[in-house]
């Protein structure tokens, strides 16, 4: 395991707004900051691997979500957008560049016509086993320099976090109305 207690970028940003503005609280950034940095390195090599696969993020946030639903690995737009926080309309774009490569198919509900599902394809299933399983080793791999009870730990710490940010989004929205 490297060492993590050098100074790093995220301790300059804060040293540097020390001296400009000391009045200032910044001490959010020890998080966020690192957060933020994290994520961005982590999209880089999601990036990087996705496209070795001829996918982006949100082709594979697609085929996942129809993989992870189960044989018949169907969804209607209106599934996809809420299990993938985007609009329906988000969902149509994306859909219609898959359904261009032949990994998914429309196909109308045969008991109420009203209802299109998304389905994936045989080489939409073949290609999100190899990504995903490409995907998760990698994801290990971004995670060696953790132990087990470091990862369970960050990941409880994350859980706490997102349910502070929107516990705080929803007084703020409260007191705003």
Not at 136 to 144: A, K, T
Request: hydrophobic letters at 35%; aromatic letters at 6%.
């Amino acid at each position: 395991m490297k060492a993590s207690n050098d100074q790093d970028a995220v301790d300059d940003i804060i040293g540097q707004w020390g001296q400009e503005r000391p009045e200032m609280d910044v001490s959010a950034l020890h998080v966020f900051g690192r957060l933020h940095r994290a994520y961005l390195l982590y999209q880089s090599s999601l990036s990087s691997l996705f496209s070795e696969y001829d996918l982006n993020m949100a082709s594979f946030d697609v085929l996942a979500s129809l993989r992870r639903n189960g044989a018949p690995y169907r969804m209607t737009s209106g599934e996809l957008a809420k299990t993938m926080l985007v609009t329906t309309g988000g969902v149509t774009l994306r859909v219609d560049r898959l359904e261009k490569a032949g990994l998914v198919e429309r196909k109308r509900d045969p008991d109420d016509r009203r209802i299109v599902y998304v389905c994936l394809t045989t080489s939409g299933l073949s290609l999100i086993d190899q990504t995903a399983s490409a995907h998760f080793s990698n994801e290990l791999r971004l995670l060696q320099d953790l132990d087990e009870n470091d990862q369970r730990q960050l990941a409880d710490l994350l859980r706490r976090l997102e349910n502070s940010i929107i516990d705080a989004e929803t007084d703020h929205e409260a007191h705003s109305a």
